[in-house]
């Protein structure tokens, strides 16, 4: 190759490298498990027949990059689930009286979305004695526009006869499958 050979091919090249579909300098990450956890949620004692909270799983503080600019992020659920048990001395002796929990992600304001059912739990017809319940659920929905600065607003409700009217705490655990790109090029 002559020394002058260089800047030329260069100069072929750019035109290409500009009309590029995506970054043309970019790092992609897969990320098959990000469990995030959040122990004793509080759940609000009540006289009603039914009462619901709202919490967010901050992914973000798990995998920092989701709040950097120029990333494009692809989030799905592979486990939600839900702990309710007795054996912490501030929930109630059993959960006989919870018909039905349902958790589901809260659509942004302003976006147009839907609420998205992630997890769904029935009580069996006729059970008794009830000491934990654990639900799980899971979508494959793309849960990243359900994502404000890296968090995911998830509502919790209950509903049953005779429910707890003092305060009791949950455990709820997320998986993520998610798939982080980068674009180093916007940075240069």
């Known amino acids: 190759m002559r020394a002058g050979s260089l800047p030329f091919a260069a ?12 970054p043309v300098l970019f790092a992609e990450l897969e990320l098959p498990s990000v469990e995030v956890t959040l122990p004793q949620q509080t759940f609000l004692g009540t006289t009603l027949t039914t009462q619901s909270t709202t919490f967010a799983f901050d992914v973000g503080a798990n995998v920092p990059v989701v709040n950097e600019p ?17 054996a912490n001395p501030s929930n109630p002796a059993s959960f006989d009286n919870v018909e039905s929990v349902t958790i589901v992600a809260v ?4 976006s147009g ?3 998205l059912d992630l997890v769904r739990y029935t009580k069996p017809v ?3 004695g009830i000491t934990r319940i654990e639900a799980s659920g899971a ?7 359900y994502l404000q600065a890296g968090r995911m607003d998830v509502q919790a409700s209950y509903t049953g006869t005779g429910l707890p009217t003092a305060d009791w705490t949950a455990d709820v655990t997320a ?10 090029g916007a940075y240069l």
């Open 107 to 110: 659509a942004p304001a302003g």
């Open 139 to 145: 979508t494959d929905a793309d849960l990243t526009p």
């Open 175 to 184: 998986v993520f499958w998610m798939k982080v790109k980068l674009d180093y």
């Open 113 to 115: 979305l839907v609420d």
């Open 126 to 128: 006729g059970a008794s």
């Open 70 to 86: 120029n990333v494009e992020l692809d989030l799905q659920l592979t486990r939600m689930t839900l702990v309710l048990d007795t």
């Open 11 to 22: 100069l072929l090249l750019a035109p290409a490298l500009i009309g590029c579909n995506g």
